[in-house]
């Protein structure tokens, strides 16, 4: 097919490592998170006309979430990376040439795999890093050819997903399940808002670990000049919106911890909660008993949570439970689980009724995921990783340009705000919260809008450098 002047090639890659400690712990299921490897990729592409442009994308290396196992962490850890440098290698070599689009999904469907099945195969003895780890070292090659495409034709990322610049609509990508239901002619642009969204309405994260009132402290609390007990977040804040961390297999604890959090939110001018079981829950009847308890006893409580959060196992197609009998109650949405429209799919097959979205799992994968769900009448939310620095910044865009059931999660102020200071400076609306939102009016150029070279942070030698 002859593409457009428009179209791009990768001529180089570069990746760091930058290392964060918590302020606090935040716990992922059994496991509980100190410290994160933020990946930080910069793409060189050029366009069919000579002209170049660099790009940047970035995400933590989160290994408790992309990765729960019994394997130690400094295995898993030392593999993401070491997967990481072996995809900058790989995504230079990608002579591909096309939109980011176009360029992101040909990876994740021709390289990515088997270069995951090569990992694994060197490893022998060790468990298997499964393919949400995978996608999420990808990610940040992904995220920084749309930002380097945005560079290169002076427009915005999210300017670009139209037919003026993409040779593919979006029936080349994905299927619809609905006769009535047509992606011919379709393009991502079809399906974001007309304008995005400058402030956006900010989810906090109550973590398992986290003290709710002062009975809960130890003395062991960082005196940093940051809010440690739920309610000084609200009121320091202004949140409106509490995400609630639960364990998913202590019914009593689970459903205590949502009338504790309730109880101090609605206190508080709080608004909506969600629950979040960490894919812990193994049968349907653990929440649906959760739920009606909370609708007989607590029916304020049961009418705030705007959705229940990915209860079930990550291996959607290993674990096919059938979860009507949730969202008969409240709005259910994948997460872990939705690696790519097509699990979307049998999410929705399932009972499933929204899905989050994360630019972790590549910005190509969130759109298409995203383009799908909305086709087929579900609903979206854009959920954190706890993303500070750079990896805040594509996080907000794509929840700007979406229409999302409420906002966006963001919780790095709450889990490493010293991490960001530099990338603060330039756009102070995205690390803190005001009155309960987010603010995105730095955002703005190119690109990703990142600002970068405003931006006064040393990065550390490159871990490796490839074209360049």
Not at 149 to 158: D, E, N, R
Not at 370 to 398: E, F, R, Y
Not at 451 to 468: D, H, K, M, W, Y
Request: charged share 25%; proline share 6%.
């Amino acid at each position: 097919m002859h593409g457009k002047s428009t179209d791009i090639h990768i001529t180089g890659t570069e990746l760091y490592f930058l290392p964060i400690k918590t302020r606090v712990p935040l716990k992922f299921g059994p496991e509980t998170l100190t410290e994160v490897t933020c990946a930080r990729a910069r793409v060189w592409v050029e366009d069919e006309r000579g002209r170049k442009a660099e790009g940047w994308g970035e995400t933590p290396l989160s290994v408790q979430w992309v990765w729960p196992s019994q394997l130690s962490h400094a295995a898993r850890h030392a593999m993401l990376k070491e997967f990481s440098i072996r995809l900058a290698g790989a995504f230079s070599k990608f002579n591909v040439h096309g939109h980011p689009m176009e360029i992101g999904h040909d990876f994740q469907e021709q390289v990515l795999p088997g270069m995951l099945q090569k990992l694994n195969q060197e490893c022998v003895g060790n468990e298997p890093m499964p393919y949400l780890a995978a996608l999420v070292c990808c990610s940040l090659f992904d995220l920084a050819i749309h930002d380097a495409y945005g560079k290169v034709h002076g427009v915005p990322t999210f300017e670009t997903f139209g037919p003026e610049f993409m040779n593919r609509d979006l029936a080349s990508y994905v299927e619809a399940v609905d006769p009535a239901i047509s992606f011919a002619g379709k393009y991502p642009k079809d399906f974001l808002l007309p304008k995005r969204r400058e402030q956006l309405p900010a989810w906090h994260l109550v973590g398992g670990l986290d003290p709710l009132d002062a009975t809960e402290l130890t003395g062991a609390e960082p005196q940093d000049g940051y809010p440690v007990l739920l309610a000084d977040w609200i009121k320091t804040d202004g949140l409106k919106c509490l995400k609630v961390k639960l364990r998913g297999n202590d019914a009593r604890w689970d459903y205590e911890r949502l009338v504790r959090v309730g109880q101090i939110g609605f206190a508080n001018g709080v608004e909506a909660l969600t629950a979040d079981f960490n894919c812990t829950v193994q049968e349907p009847k653990y929440v649906n008993e959760i739920l009606d308890r909370l609708k007989a006893e607590h029916p304020r409580h049961y009418e705030s949570i705007l959705y229940v959060e990915q209860p079930f196992p990550y291996e959607l197609e290993q674990h096919r439970i059938d979860v009507h009998s949730v969202s008969n109650r409240r709005p259910l949405f994948l997460d872990e689980s939705a690696h790519d429209w097509r699990l979307v799919r049998l999410g929705r097959e399932l009972g499933w009724t929204g899905v989050a979205l994360k630019t972790c799992k590549t910005l190509t994968g969130a759109l298409l995921s995203a383009c799908w769900a909305k086709a087929h009448g579900m609903s979206l939310m854009v959920q954190d990783l706890t993303n500070p620095m750079l990896a805040q910044i594509s996080h907000v865009l794509l929840a700007a340009h979406l229409d999302t059931l409420m906002g966006v999660e963001t919780n790095s102020m709450q889990f490493y705000p010293e991490a960001s200071k530099p990338e603060e400076a330039v756009h102070p609306g995205i690390y803190r919260r005001r009155k309960g939102e987010v603010d995105l009016s730095s955002i703005r150029g190119p690109g990703l809008g990142y600002r970068i070279a405003e931006i006064q942070r040393t990065l550390p030698e490159s871990v490796v450098n490839f074209g360049v």
